[in-house]
């Protein structure tokens, strides 16, 4: 019986396949609405509250995630984050919670799931056992977060666990200059924020170039600024994220400058701007109980369980020191990381630490390179007291023992006449007598 439906398929298949163009895209249009009308009474039954269940499909999702992400199909039901909504919530109107406890196990390796924000979109993919789609006996088979066109977290059932895959689209960067002059009574802060200068990217302005410049004791009223900020598009759409390019300040006869080259920053002779990382981030050499490992499996389960950090078999109260200035991002309690602090270096690095004992910092609070923020324990799912350290470039994790850890010191010898022609590029930018108000620009800056 199910042979002979699947030789009627695979017949049905191939007279698709040479059909032409305009009708095979009205075979899937026509089949798309079908779809709806069959799966949205469905979902309908499925929720045994009366919670209004959200539209089902929304055009733009489609016209936007179609170009990069393969879609398998439309899901049983989407959950538009609201301000105090929770993750428990959703999974315990579907009494899923066994299952979110699987999901979580799969966030370990990627942590997305702690930070609801509101109007994130989390889209689930449902059956009931046997395709009953009974409301006591659904199975969740994907789970999809989109945390913006440019940002989308799958997970998708294997066996009884899940396997996250993460999707980060670089898309293209727009730059634009925004020139200004401190107004009496005003801060560069405000002058730069009222032009529409996003307030993130005047906090790293005042980070480059705090060693050269006392803002609040040294800037006037009269000083002038030149800036040249990128946003980040995927095709015609802006994702909210921006990147300070290049900046110069004029104050009492000098010029203090800033520009980007390959995601750091350097003064107009080629120094770097930003201090290096350090290494290690406990006193002692402790013993690598895990190295990092982006395809580990897990020896049991067989499912893919990434080790996105070093594991340091650190005994519980091991003090833990920041490897760079940054601002303290999270500090979350995790089923199964554990209590783990984040903290943003920049707009391109960050570390996370797992398994602590107890945090030293909190959210919102700046750090500076080499003071203590944590001390390393046991917590969450762990089999004996370490210190698991992540290092993530542009939201990726990386080898912290590798060498891709920045080392700045200064543009190296082979790159600097490219140093030197995009500073010239920003400059003519900054001094162009004609608004350009968008400059298409997706090369170096990353
Ligand atoms: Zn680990």
């Known amino acids: 019986m199910l042979n002979s439906i699947k030789q009627k398929l695979i017949s049905l298949f191939e007279l698709f396949s040479k059909l032409p163009k305009l009708h095979r895209q009205l075979i899937v249009g026509l089949s798309l609405v079908c779809m709806l009308l069959v799966l949205a009474p469905t979902s309908y039954r499925l929720a045994s509250t009366d919670i209004a269940l959200p539209e089902l499909v929304d055009p733009e999702y489609i016209a936007t995630v179609e170009q990069h992400v393969s879609m398998p199909n439309i899901p049983d039901y989407e959950w538009v984050v609201e301000a105090g909504d929770t993750l428990g919530d959703v999974f315990s109107l579907f009494n899923l919670s066994y299952t979110m406890s699987k999901i979580l196990e799969a966030d370990k390796n990627v942590l997305s799931l702690d930070v609801i924000n509101k109007g994130d979109k989390y889209r689930f993919w449902l059956r009931g056992n046997d395709d009953s789609y009974d409301s006591k006996n659904i199975v969740l088979t994907r789970m999809e977060q989109v945390l913006g066109i440019e940002h989308q977290v799958v997970f998708q059932r294997n066996g009884d666990g899940f396997e996250y895959q993460e999707t980060i689209l670089e898309g293209s960067w727009r730059q634009r200059r925004i020139n200004g002059v401190i107004k009496s009574g005003s801060s560069f802060y405000k002058s730069a924020v009222a032009l529409g200068l996003p307030a993130n990217d005047v906090a790293?302005?005042?980070?480059?170039?705090?060693?050269?410049?006392?803002?609040?004791?040294?800037?006037?009223?009269?000083?002038?600024?030149?800036?040249?900020?990128?946003?980040?598009?995927?095709?015609?759409?802006?994702?909210?994220?921006?990147?300070?390019?290049?900046?110069?300040?004029?104050?009492?006869?000098?010029?203090?400058?800033?520009?980007?080259?390959?995601?750091?920053?350097?003064?107009?002779?080629?120094?770097?701007?930003?201090?290096?990382?350090?290494?290690y981030v406990v006193n002692a050499r402790y013993r690598v109980s895990s190295r990092f490992n982006p395809r580990r499996k897990h020896p049991i389960t067989g499912l893919i369980r990434p080790h996105n950090g070093t594991d340091f078999a650190t005994p519980k109260g091991t003090s833990i020191y920041s490897p760079g200035d940054g601002v303290v991002k999270r500090v979350v309690r995790h089923k199964y990381a554990g209590l783990y602090v984040e903290i943003q270096h920049s707009y391109k690095y960050r570390t996370r630490y797992l398994h602590l004992s107890k945090s030293l910092v909190r959210k919102g609070q700046r750090v500076k390179r080499g003071q203590k923020i944590a001390l390393s324990g046991n917590t969450g799912a762990s089999t004996g007291a370490h210190l698991h350290y992540e290092f993530h470039v542009n939201q990726k994790p990386i080898n912290a023992m590798g060498s891709k850890v920045p080392v700045v010191i200064g543009v190296d010898r082979k790159s600097m006449l490219a140093y030197k022609k995009r500073v010239l590029d920003l400059i003519k930018l900054m001094e162009s007598e004609k608004l350009t108000k968008a400059n298409t620009n997706s090369n170096n800056s990353g």
Request: proline share 0%.
């Open 204 to 279: 790293v302005i005042g980070r480059l170039l705090k060693s050269k410049l006392d803002f609040s004791r040294h800037t006037a009223a009269g000083d002038k600024f030149q800036v040249v900020i990128s946003s980040q598009y995927i095709g015609d759409i802006a994702t909210g994220n921006t990147k300070v390019e290049g900046v110069r300040f004029f104050n009492r006869k000098q010029v203090y400058s800033a520009f980007s080259f390959k995601g750091n920053y350097f003064d107009s002779a080629g120094d770097g701007l930003e201090r290096a990382f350090s290494r």
